[in-house]
């Protein structure tokens, strides 16, 4: 049986692709790409959150319009961002907005401490619970998603799979970036407790007493 020149240069060039590292980096790719997927999915979920944790406040407090209204607006904003995870401007945007509304529910949450009867509601329990678990998800996705993209780029980096990776295009990917690289394996305090009191005033310097006449 006669074998096909055509068929012996594919095989020819299968074997020197993977041998290069072809499939390796499509398989890292892939895993870049799932774990953003992740990453997305733990975010939604928290934007699915709040409209329901603002309704619950606002029943108790509508007074704190300022606070809620910076909640929702925060929420808008991160809905408004078209992310794209290989571009690092637009990382860059979208880890920006959601610090933003971040902010916004700590001083939410803040907030609500001035109010038991909020607190003992248990509709609001059980958000805070809903809220906490999902801050745990996001932060265990951020991190490793942070992990999978570090492992992509030293791979694409790396002799003689940067030959291939040059050569189909694939270029090293953005990273998320923050001040305190403990803050991946942290995740935000959501506590309901109550607050620490304020230390008491000093007393006021005494005054030396006037001399005799």
Avoid at 11 to 29: F, P, T, V
Wanted: glycine share 6%.
């Amino acid at each position: 049986m006669r074998i096909s020149p055509r068929l012996i240069l594919l095989a020819l060039l299968a074997s020197l692709l993977s041998g290069c590292g072809y499939n390796s980096i499509q398989q890292k790719d892939e895993q870049v790409k799932a774990g953003w997927a992740e990453v997305l999915n733990q975010y939604k979920r928290r934007a699915d959150l709040i409209p329901n944790l603002v309704q619950t406040v606002e029943g108790y407090a509508n007074q704190e319009r300022q606070v809620l209204t910076d909640v929702t607006n925060a929420r808008a904003r991160v809905g408004q961002v078209n992310v794209n995870a290989d571009d690092a401007e637009s990382l860059k945007q979208f880890q920006q907005a959601q610090g933003e509304l971040s902010g916004a529910l700590s001083r939410l949450l803040v907030v609500t401490e001035n109010y038991p009867n909020l607190k003992s509601d248990q509709g609001f329990r059980d958000l805070q619970a809903q809220l906490e678990g999902t801050e745990n998800r996001i932060t265990v996705a951020r991190g490793r998603y942070i992990q999978q993209v570090q492992d992509y780029n030293t791979y694409v980096r790396s002799f003689p799979q940067l030959i291939t990776a040059k050569l189909f295009g694939y270029k090293e990917k953005p990273n998320f970036t923050v001040e305190n690289e403990a803050q991946i394996s942290q995740p935000p305090a959501v506590k309901f407790g109550a607050q620490p009191a304020a230390p008491a005033p000093a007393p006021p310097p005494q005054q030396a007493p006037a001399p005799a006449q």
